[in-house]
C-alpha cells in the first residue's frame, strides 16, 4: 500500500493511495459491470422454488407457531396487567391517603361524643 502526503491540505500525511494510474499497456481484460442478465434468468433467480411441506409437517409447524403466539402473548398480556395492577394500588393508596385525615377526624368525634 502506498501512502500519500499532499502538502498544503488538512488531510493527515499517511493516508493510503486506494487508486492508481493505469497506463495504456495495461491489459484489458478485467471484468466490468455492463453486462446485462438476460430476464428468464434473472426472474428465476429472483423467485425461490416454491417448498412444498406434507401435511404432517405442516401441522406440526403450526402447532409450534401457535405456542410461540400463546407465549409471546402471554407475556404482554402479564406485563400489561402487572403495570395496570400496580396503577390500580397507586391510585388505591392515594385515595386512602387523601380519606385518612377525614376518617380520623370522624372517628375521634365520634369518640368524644361517648
Not at 17 to 41: A, C, G, M, S, Y
Not at 55 to 76: S, W
Not at 83 to 94: I, S, W
Amino acid at each position: 500500500m502506498t501512502f500519500i502526503g499532499q502538502s498544503g491540505s488538512d488531510l493527515p500525511d499517511n493516508l493510503p493511495l486506494l487508486t492508481r494510474v493505469v497506463d495504456e499497456n495495461f491489459p484489458d481484460d478485467l471484468p466490468t459491470l455492463t453486462e446485462v442478465v438476460q430476464e428468464n434468468i434473472a426472474t428465476d433467480i429472483a423467485i425461490p422454488p416454491p417448498s412444498a411441506f406434507g401435511d404432517e409437517e405442516m401441522r406440526r409447524l403450526l402447532l409450534r407457531l401457535e405456542a410461540h403466539l400463546e407465549t409471546v402473548f402471554a407475556e404482554k398480556l402479564n406485563l400489561r396487567l402487572e403495570q395496570l395492577q400496580q396503577v390500580a394500588v397507586e391510585q388505591a393508596v392515594n385515595e386512602l391517603k387523601a380519606e385518612l385525615p377525614n376518617m380520623l377526624r370522624n372517628a375521634l368525634n365520634t369518640r368524644t361524643e361517648l
